[in-house]
């Protein structure tokens, strides 16, 4: 049954299937891929920073610090609690304000303010910032997270909607205003 | 006794598994492998099965949603009847697991097990331990409370330091832009499916290479593997001096086995299951997430590296030890098995073992992180107070009001991120205790700014006077001759 070739129809019907298969295989990939990238397409598309409102300006009095929550833009129903996200306002001088995220710039644990000595620490590893975000000490290459913010109708607003990472800091876009390091 | 022979025989009719199950059952193993030393393996595949079967009942009752997951858990917890038990097992099972697993690996590298011909068994062995390690930390995300919660903000933390594609490593761990519902759901899956399929047919492969190559021989001084030679000496060993494994050597594995489960129970009964812990709500800030018993020196480590050098031991440091492990059969294929003429061998397990048990130690007391409430907590000692000036008096107010306690301890109370200051005078003069409160420095911050003159002035009158009864506070010998002869003060 071989051909001159030296190879046989059923060999070559094996080969011909196995490519077809392949072929198959391939087309299927990037369908599959594309559903499992669709967490970074997303972003690229859309993006999932928006301006969200962190309540009346008077909840921030001048020259303090205080915790504001607030619904991150992208959730889905079976979220829960986590959707709920934290940060710190620093109303420096009632006229400019400083929102700091709550994730410490080392790995992501929530810093904790301390109005007596004017510190954020963490509980994590032992890092700590000044009053205005700077790096004090600890295990941080740099200082806390800020989101940009606006002032409308007597609210504060900032844009948010993603966790910062040393990575991707929230301060790094656009328009992020950065104090001194 | 006639019915159980003919339906038996029904079967073997139509899988024929009989004889080769006979066959592997009693292989003939060398006589000195029939020891204590040689029950980790088949005590990690009892423990590796404990888990399937109590994961599987978890998952009768446990949601993997972020929402509802910490709910379901206290449903397991206090409604289900011996739902805690179960939640208890799997926890300890887990912890047993990643043990006996750990210990299998010092034994089989302390034995020269790696050596030729079992090379690729130890590679898959060293996979199996990464799977492990895989499943106890996706276990712990599935516990989903407060650590779990800012365990993964520190796993994707760590991720978004690769070079380049960092920010989408994270977008692809958290499966969206934050951790929330698609995050748990990706290791629900990891934990459930992904990890453990690879971990059953992983264990296959691993089991069929211990029955085709045997088990490893005993380990003699001076009974040295050759590739040309190995097989042949092997062969010879078990045919003129072995044993049938069952029922030989098998015993001791199961009364292990089972001395291990009972153990299991008994750990799970009488501690209980572990967490979950507070809600994984991210607005209640008042935590301090810790990790696992297996990470916890992991912990320790990302609190002890330089920041400069984090970000790259980070990235090259788990694929240098990973390829050093898959490596080491190429390099130390052959040659001596015994412990007894290995030092380095020894030297290295020492060493790891000390440096893992002092991590996870230091972790276990966090001496790096602020003790957050010792500001209000924990009073000065009397001791300090008694006997002291009102300006003194006030500066210890200060060390207090500005939380200087909570990295700070006096009399062993207090944080232990900066240095004790018990006999801080005697170290520091008044300059420079000045300068250390206002300007910061050694990894404190600076006070300057929060500090007012007074305040500072009456701190430092009070670090003064922490130095022991016998011995003179530090002072600077030369300010006294630079502010003018006349404030020497005479030698008594």
Redesign the interface.
């Known amino acids: 049954m071989s051909a001159e070739n030296g190879m046989s129809r059923r060999a070559l019907l094996v080969k011909l299937g196995l490519f077809f298969n392949g072929v198959i295989g391939l087309a299927l990939t990037v369908p599959i891929v594309r559903y499992?990238?669709s967490?970074?397409t997303?972003?690229r598309k859309v993006g999932?920073d928006s301006w969200l409102s962190l309540g009346a300006l008077e909840k921030f009095p001048a020259g303090q610090t205080r915790?504001a929550?607030y619904r991150?833009p992208?959730?889905?129903?079976?979220?829960?609690?986590?959707?709920?996200?934290?940060c710190w306002v620093r109303n420096v001088d009632g006229q400019s304000f400083q929102v700091f995220a709550?994730?410490c710039a080392?790995?992501?644990?929530?810093?904790?303010w301390?109005a007596?000595?004017?510190?954020f620490?963490?509980?994590?590893?032992?890092g700590?910032y000044?009053q205005d975000g700077s790096r004090?000490?600890?295990?941080?290459?740099r200082g806390l997270f800020q989101y940009q913010y606006k002032i409308e109708n007597g609210n504060l607003f900032i844009k948010a909607?993603?966790?910062p990472?040393?990575?991707?800091p929230v301060a790094n876009k656009a328009g992020g205003k950065t104090t001194c390091a | 006794m006639r019915l159980i022979e003919k339906v038996g025989a029904w079967f073997e009719l139509r899988l024929g598994l009989g004889k080769p199950i006979r066959e592997a059952a009693t292989h003939p193993v060398p006589r000195d492998t029939a020891s204590w030393f040689y029950v980790f393996g088949s005590a990690a595949l009892t423990v590796f099965i404990l888990q399937i079967v109590t994961g599987i009942l978890l998952a009768l009752i446990y949601v993997p949603s972020a929402g509802e997951a910490w709910n379901s858990l206290q449903i397991l917890n206090h409604t289900v009847s011996l739902g805690w038990f179960v939640r208890a097992l799997h926890g300890w099972g887990s912890n047993f697991m990643v043990a006996i697993v750990l210990i299998h690996m010092v034994q089989v590298f302390l034995f020269g097990a790696y050596k030729f011909p079992r090379e690729l068994t130890w590679i898959v062995g060293v996979l199996l331990l990464l799977m492990t390690l895989g499943m106890s930390f996706t276990g712990q995300v599935l516990r989903f409370d407060q650590d779990a919660y800012w365990g993964l903000g520190i796993g994707a933390s760590i991720s978004s330091r690769v070079p380049i594609v960092g920010p989408w490593v994270v977008k692809l761990l958290l499966g969206g832009p934050i951790i929330a519902g698609a995050t748990l759901s990706r290791f629900f899956t990891l934990h459930v499916f992904v990890i453990p399929g690879l971990l059953l047919a992983f264990v296959g492969v691993h089991l069929l290479m211990v029955l085709k190559l045997g088990i490893n021989d005993w380990p003699m001084p001076g009974r040295v593997v050759r590739r040309a030679t190995y097989l042949e000496e092997y062969h010879e060993l078990t045919q003129k001096d072995g044993v049938a494994f069952v029922p030989d050597a098998v015993w001791k594995d199961i009364v292990f086995s089972g001395f291990i489960l009972l153990s299991i129970g008994f750990c799970a009964a009488y501690f209980g299951p572990f967490g979950p812990g507070g809600q994984p709500d991210p607005t209640i800030i008042q935590t301090a997430p810790r990790p696992d018993f297996f990470f916890l020196w992991l912990y320790a480590l990302l609190s002890f590296l330089p920041p400069s050098a984090e970000t790259p031991i980070l990235m090259i440091g788990p694929a240098i030890g990973i390829a050093v492990l898959l490596a080491l059969p190429f390099v130390a294929g052959e040659g001596e098995k015994s412990w007894k003429r290995r030092p380095i061998a020894v030297l290295t397990i020492l060493l790891l073992a000390v440096a893992l048990g002092t991590l996870t130690r230091l972790a276990e007391h966090t001496p790096w992180s602020p003790v957050m409430d010792a500001w209000s907590s924990l009073p000065i000692p009397s001791q300090y107070l008694v006997g002291r000036t009102a300006l003194e008096r006030r500066g210890a107010l200060v060390f207090q009001v500005k939380q200087c306690h909570n990295c700070h301890s006096l009399d062993e109370q207090g944080g232990k991120r900066g240095p004790a200051l018990d006999r801080v005078a005697l170290r520091l003069n008044e300059d420079q205790l000045i300068r250390q409160v206002i300007q910061g420095g050694g990894n404190m911050p600076a006070y300057g700014k929060n500090l007012s003159p007074a305040e500072t002035t009456a701190l430092v009158a009070f670090l003064k006077t922490l130095h022991p009864g016998g011995q003179a506070p530090a002072r600077n010998a030369s300010r006294a001759i630079a502010l003018g002869a006349g404030e020497v003060t005479p030698r008594p």
């Open positions: 499992l990238l967490a970074v997303q972003e999932y915790l929550t991150n992208v959730v889905n129903s079976w979220d829960g609690e986590t959707g709920n996200i934290a709550i994730n080392h790995l992501g644990c929530p810093v904790r301390f007596q000595s004017s510190l620490l963490c509980p994590c590893h032992g700590a000044y004090a000490s600890g295990p941080p290459e909607g993603e966790m990472t040393p990575g991707q």
